[in-house]
């Protein structure tokens, strides 16, 4: 006997929910001129702003290496500042500059359009999040 069908398992369903979600994101994102890793870095840093490079890509579950591209490209487009650290000059924080709040607070619409799009009420929606997140949290631990 062969693997479940993929409908039937639980990796194949995330993956492909996720894949939808950034398709969906793509003309929204496209039109502000961010890409969906961009996003990310942008949120990252508008939960908790002048996060080193290193904290960011904790943050997202990424290595540093995989984030500081994308952080690149936020600088080139006056989003994002950085500046190396006086303390330690291997660490480089990232702050949002006026631009990136403004951007930040125009990306709201996608997590509204995210839950419309959804057909879930908002509690189901913050219900299912929670559950994924737990998910998330198992596999993380292993």
Do not use: W
């Not at 960011?56 to 994002?80: C, D, M, N």
């Amino acid at each position: 006997m062969g693997p479940a069908p993929l409908d039937d398992q639980l990796c194949f369903s995330v993956y492909a929910a996720s894949i939808a979600i950034n398709r969906a994101y793509k003309p929204m994102l496209d039109e502000m001129g961010i890409t969906y890793p961009q996003y990310l870095v942008l949120n990252a840093l508008g939960e908790n702003d002048g996060l080193t490079v290193g904290s960011i890509a904790g943050r997202l579950a990424l290595e540093s290496s995989t984030v500081t591209p994308p952080i690149k490209r936020l600088e080139q487009a006056g989003l994002v500042e950085r500046q190396r650290s006086k303390s330690d000059e291997r660490q480089v924080h990232v702050s949002l500059t006026k631009s990136g709040r403004e951007l930040l607070e125009r990306s709201k619409c996608l997590g509204e359009f995210l839950v419309e799009r959804s057909g879930l009420s908002k509690s189901q929606f913050k219900a299912l999040n929670q559950e994924v997140q737990a998910l998330r949290d198992a596999m993380s631990a292993l």
